[in-house]
T-cell receptor
Framework: TQLLEQSPQFLSIQEGENLTVYCNSS?????LQWYRQEPGEGPVLLVT?????EVKKLKRLTFQFGDARKDSSLHITAAQPGDTGLYLC????????????FGTGTQLKVEL | GAVVSQHPSWVICKSGTSVKIECRSL??????MFWYRQFPKQSLMLMAT?????????EQGVEKDKFLINHASLTLSTLTVTSAHPEDSSFYIC?????????????FGPGTRLTVL
C-alpha cells in the first residue's frame, strides 16, 4: 500500500513567517502533485513534479521532489493570510487506472 | 484551464431519501471521473472510479448499492446516495481525469456538502 504521510498535520503561523510542509513515503512515485484546498471548495492543483531532485517555484512557493522520488516538500516564504488552507500532496497509485493516492494533509492557518 | 462543475453545491435531505449529485467537465471530455468523500479537516478518500460506458469500480469498503454511479456521457457523471442516513453527511468531491503530457492530472469540482437530517 502506498502511503503519503504529511507533516506537520496542523500549522498556525503569523503573517510574514516561512514554513515547510513535508510529504513522505516509503514508496517511489513517478510524480507528485501538490494541491491547496480552501474550506467548502475542491482542491486546486498547484504543481506537478516529475524528476527526482526537481525544484519548481510558484511565486513564494517552492516545491522540491526528493532525489529518490519518495518524498517532496513545499516551502512558503513570507506567508500571507491568503495562503491559509489545506495542503495536499498526491501521487499516482500503482496499478494504473489513473487513480491518485492523497497525502494525509496539512492544515495551514496564517494569521495577521 | 480545465473546469469541472458540481451540482448542487449543498443539499439537505431527510433520512431515507435519495440524493443525486452531478459532476460535469465543462471544457473537455473525460472518460474517467472519480468520486471522493472528505470529512472535516481530513484528506480526500477515494470512493469509486466512474468510467464512461461501463460500470463504476468501487474502493474496498464502499457499498456500491448505496452509492450509485452513472457515467452517461463523456462530460457527465452522477453519484446517487440512496436511502441516505446521517452518517452519510459529508463533503463529496468529484474529479475528471485529463492527460497532461504523461502525468495523471485530475481536475476537481467545487464539492457538494450533503447534510442528512
Amino acid at each position: 500500500t502506498q502511503l503519503l504521510e504529511q507533516s506537520p498535520q496542523f500549522l498556525s503561523i503569523q503573517e510574514g513567517e516561512n514554513l515547510t510542509v513535508y510529504c513522505n513515503s516509503s514508496s517511489v512515485f513517478s510524480s507528485l502533485q501538490w494541491y491547496r484546498q480552501e474550506p467548502g471548495e475542491g482542491p486546486v492543483l498547484l504543481v506537478t513534479v516529475v524528476t527526482g531532485g526537481e525544484v519548481k517555484k510558484l511565486k513564494r512557493l517552492t516545491f522540491q521532489f526528493g532525489d529518490a522520488r519518495k518524498d517532496s516538500s513545499l516551502h512558503i516564504t513570507a506567508a500571507q493570510p491568503g495562503d491559509t488552507g489545506l495542503y495536499l500532496c498526491a501521487g499516482p497509485r500503482s496499478g494504473g487506472g489513473n487513480k491518485l493516492t492523497f497525502g494525509t494533509g496539512t492544515q495551514l492557518k496564517v494569521e495577521l | 484551464g480545465a473546469v469541472v462543475s458540481q451540482h448542487p453545491s449543498w443539499v439537505i435531505c431527510k433520512s431515507g431519501t435519495s440524493v443525486k449529485i452531478e459532476c460535469r467537465s465543462l471544457d473537455f471530455q473525460a472518460t474517467t471521473m472519480f468520486w471522493y468523500r472528505q470529512f472535516p479537516k481530513q484528506s480526500l478518500m477515494l470512493m469509486a472510479t466512474s468510467n464512461e460506458g461501463s460500470k463504476a469500480t468501487y474502493e474496498q469498503g464502499v457499498e456500491k448499492d448505496k452509492f450509485l454511479i452513472n457515467h452517461a456521457s463523456l462530460t457527465l457523471s452522477t453519484l446517487t446516495v440512496t436511502s441516505a442516513h446521517p452518517e452519510d453527511s459529508s463533503f463529496y468531491i468529484c474529479s475528471a481525469h485529463r492527460p497532461v503530457g504523461w502525468t495523471d492530472t485530475q481536475y476537481f469540482g467545487p464539492g457538494t456538502r450533503l447534510t442528512v437530517l
